[in-house]
């Protein structure tokens, strides 16, 4: 059951840890794409419309990298090809 | 025993730093996004309704990213599979 | 009682340092966006109003993040699933 | 004895670590604004009354999230859920 | 099986990491590109589509090696080289 | 006689630790704000008595902090709970 | 087989470490080009062709250092001279 | 004897670790102090009284939190309680 | 087989680890440096071919630091000279 | 001998240590103080006397803060209160 | 064989951090020098000429430093005389 | 022989280390000194008698600091009081 | 022959270290200062001479340090006279 | 024999490491004060020789404490007291 447990531990430590660090650059990314959104909407508030789709464009873009960090995260917890392996040679 | 003490100890562990870390960025991204939209407030106050609404459509993808880590920190305490596991095969 | 120990010992390292490093940045975040706030004030006192306001809306999103960390620290002083389920299987 | 001397050792070395990092981003956070305050207050001295509102407002935020930090740092050294049971356990 | 077990900690550690460390650089510099870009398109609302372009342009070669990373990932865990071996030599 | 001098090197460990760290923020929020208040008094002079006094509350708010860490410092050299109860098991 | 394990071991955490530190310096790099780029388009649109042509030479340059280290990485995973040496090794 | 020299050695690391870290926040906080306050000397030089004073009162507010650990650093070596209680052990 | 083992792992993680550092640097310098070429072409469209020259005589001197990261790379995987010895020897 | 070899070589580390880390503050911010009045001086060299008067006063509060580590530097290398009584041990 | 094997190891290791660090300074201090020669040309385009010059003497210049690291790195691998000698010693 | 040793080793390693880097920031604080007083120099040339002096004064006080450095560093080597007392210890 | 491998891994490591960092400073400051001589090229172009004279001597004063680092490196690898010690006394 | 390596190895490492980080200060800080010096003979070429001879006093300055880790780097490797107290000792 060592090994089991090992590879539950890991599991675990690391979905937290992706997520945990993964999100530091997107929400700075995104921290600085807002205010730059905000600084322009106060300059130019006729162009109201282009930047504003530019932001949300820049910031789904952003957030892509965020989830693959989530998506890799999940896995590790409820897909995982390693753990389903050991629990299935342990079950046979 | 001993595989279910290591399994909680980084479930707990792991929990509490996720959710540590992973506010760092999202709290210093919506503070950038808050001061930027203040002073634009300033600088032109005729565009508070954009400058409002972009801002909290902003905060809100920002705080999306916290949020996956308090999902993450959350799922590791209360709804933990390799913990739930290791339960039922030791009520086995 | 070893596996006792080891969960008590984690989770009280963990509540510590999950509020001590939870706290940083939202500390940080906020402490610019009043200073955002300040400024646009003596910038442009008229619109003391809105720019209060939405300091308001700022700060309690900001400080949101910070609350995720106590609640984390808090749940895993007094009522850690984990050290439940050890106390009540010494019990038995 | 040993579990009893691990878990106090643990939770003095926490909770002087919790008041130490806890109070870096706080102290600087506040630092940040009430320089901001003063900038503003020598900049338009007129408003010196919301001025000086709103920064109490957004200090006493800042100092929330230091005494998060003490409150958990207090309960670790005076209110010990863990350290309680294993005193109790050892004086059954 | 203690082979196995370790190249399956390795991957699992390897994966999360890779994409959480793998996607800081990437957000940062796409956070920095969008916000040069609606700046500049509040300076100059004329020129919204050649900047508007060139921004595609620019997050598509950023999110590459984001994607490099991911790819990376999903390889260590879905199509590993070392893990499938090492399943085949077990399986003989 | 092991548990209690691991006990006086965790105090003792700590207590300066507690105090080292936790003065760095606050000096530094001190200094930005002093700083800040003497680049006011140069720029408007006759604002003197209001950016003292908003000065001085300041410096209170954030000497606390610094004062939280030397409370702790204090408590765990000369009323550590932990070591009373050591010492009065040892006496017993 | 412990050879031929450590080996293995050693290759998934190089290259997932490779890819993953090794974006961050081409990541930024291009972040900083591609928002130079598009503040000289705001600034002088006249001189668009010349200046998204010397962005995609850049841009070609910095993103080749990432792929270095891509390669790099694939060849650790994929054609890894050391792991090819033990496997035949081991099937003599 | 092991224990008073394990005693020992924690007060002499901690003593000169303590006075070594808690100097760096405040040497640079009155640095910056000290530097805003011969800016706004030269600026203004009419307002030398005022700022002369609120200097003096904010170089003792900062080096107070350098006195905390230079008093912590002086009771570990010169009046350490837990030194003393093995010493008197000892001579028991 | 041992000291073939140490000698291979060696060699991996080095690999790995020259080219993702390597390319920190150079990454960034290039990317200042193509940033410059923009500002300036914006700034002084005529010197166009004199700037152009120059950067990409200077980002091929910066690649070059690059590239001697690269050259150790491929040295150290595909004609280390201390594995070729160690091979000799074994194959002797 | 143990004993006294072991409070020697924390003495000796502990000295060079606190000396080593304890200036890095205050030479930083004595450089950035002269560094401040000499620009006030090119600014405003009428105010000459007042200005060089600040910056001594200013100097010898900084330069206390690297005194206290020499102080405590120079105690632990002659007047080692521990030192001392181990010695004292030793020789009875 | 230990012996060799541990100078292999080390040099190998050492070969590839020597480099891979080496490279760092240099490339930013190109690239710094590189993008300051640019914004020199566009703003005095008739200084090309000293301009262009000054600049290869001083990449030259910097370069020399990452050449320094190279050479080391270089006689690490093919010439190093430390493993020379072992293999002479082995030899005989 | 193994007390005698440990602290030639230990003074060894901490007369290097303490003079490493007791100059860091000695050297920067100076630069930023001489920095300045060349600014100030250009500037108003007049006052070059009262700006050198003054740097002269400052260059001095920042000197000592790494003079403390170099003092303890040469103490550790050519005048320990620890290697003397153990070098008697072993002659007697 | 442990003691001499021990010596020879011992150098060969310190050699790399110390002059991949050694290089480190002066390659920045050096990159720094041709920067700034190419600005003040653009800016006075009638004082190229005293630019070009100054900014070289101010080079090779940098490169001076660079090149104590690379003596020294050099000394460690064929100069060293420990290993010279040793291999001395092994001849014997 | 073994004192006399640990004693070598200490030597070696200290050596290189003394001067690799002591010259990162030094090299920073004269890179600045040229830049400088660059910068204000670029704004007042009148007063050239001022600056310059201010420059070179500044150097040297600098420079001595980069000399002071060489000569400790020095002794450590040709002129160690405590190395020439071992040899001397296993001479006997």
Not at 3 to 12: G, K
Not at 33 to 46: C, E, F, M, R, Y
Request: aromatic share 8%; with cysteine; hydrophobic share 60%.
């Amino acid at each position: 059951m060592d090994s089991m447990t090992l590879i539950a531990v890991a599991s675990i430590v690391t979905a937290g840890f992706t997520i945990a660090f993964g999100v530091i650059g997107p929400a700075l990314g995104e921290g600085r794409s807002v205010a730059a959104a905000l600084s322009s909407l106060a300059q130019q508030p006729d162009a109201a419309v282009t930047i504003t789709r530019t932001l949300f464009v820049g910031l789904a873009m952003i957030e892509s990298t965020a989830i693959y960090c989530f998506v890799v995260s999940m896995i590790l917890i409820f897909a995982n090809p390693f753990w389903n392996h050991v629990i299935e040679a342990a079950g046979k």
